[in-house]
């Protein structure tokens, strides 16, 4: 099973039935009112659950946000593990690596106002998530395959720290278009210390 965020121990039926409500309902509500619309009291009068059932599957709307996320950060996932290249395996790691960064900025087009939620409700929520973790780990091994003797880890992270939903935002907002995120950050890792382009 993939390392996605939220993931834990298999649930009581209740309780699976439980969270697909609530999930299902704060899905309802952010397709009608933005992820403004993620106030875990009106999710709960949606779903027709008590707030306290809200609360124990999910502690913030970050947490709920994740939920939300899921499917899509699984298909991410699974492309860039498993998928046709040059996002997933069968391609050079330059074109990899350059892939997966401009599948990443599609994401946050896509959905950057609730991985923002997903990643700024609680301090460090970006980092503790296992998706973030796999996402570093698939950066490590491409860097490491396309410069042994560099540092992958610091690269890996500086590659990443521009991805977060609201660095990405504020791009945005300055006039940046996704396009050039995506060829700035593919010249990022020249800048970070190669001499070679990704």
């Known amino acids: 099973m993939l390392p996605i965020a939220g ?3 298999v649930e009581r039926a209740d309780a ?3 969270r697909q409500k609530i999930v299902r309902a704060a899905a309802e509500l952010v397709a009608a009112k933005g992820v ?3 106030a875990l009291d009106e999710v709960a009068a ?3 659950v008590g707030i306290g059932t809200v609360y124990r599957r999910f502690p913030d709307k970050g947490a709920l946000a994740q939920a939300l996320l899921d499917q899509n950060e ?13 996002l997933g395996p069968g391609a050079a790691p330059k074109e990899r690596l350059r892939a997966f960064i401009s599948a990443y900025v599609d994401r946050l087009e896509a959905h950057g106002p609730l991985l923002m939620v997903a990643e700024t409700e609680t301090p460090m929520a970006r980092f503790v998530t296992g998706a973030y973790r796999l996402h570093r780990s698939h950066l490590v091994a491409l860097i490491s395959e396309i410069e ?3 540092d992958a880890r610091f690269r890996a992270e500086a590659l990443l720290a ?3 939903a609201a660095q990405y935002a504020y791009l945005r907002q300055d006039g940046m278009t996704p396009e050039q995120v995506k060829a700035g950050l593919s010249d990022l890792y020249q800048v970070t210390g190669s001499s070679r382009t990704v």
């Open 46 to 48: 949606e779903a027709g």
């Open 148 to 150: 042994p003797t560099a």
């Open 74 to 86: 699984r298909e991410f996932q699974e492309s860039f593990i498993s998928g046709p290249p040059p």
């Open 36 to 38: 403004e619309g993620l």
């Open 16 to 18: 699976a039935r439980n």
């Open 7 to 9: 993931s834990g121990p």
């Open 162 to 164: 521009p991805l977060a």
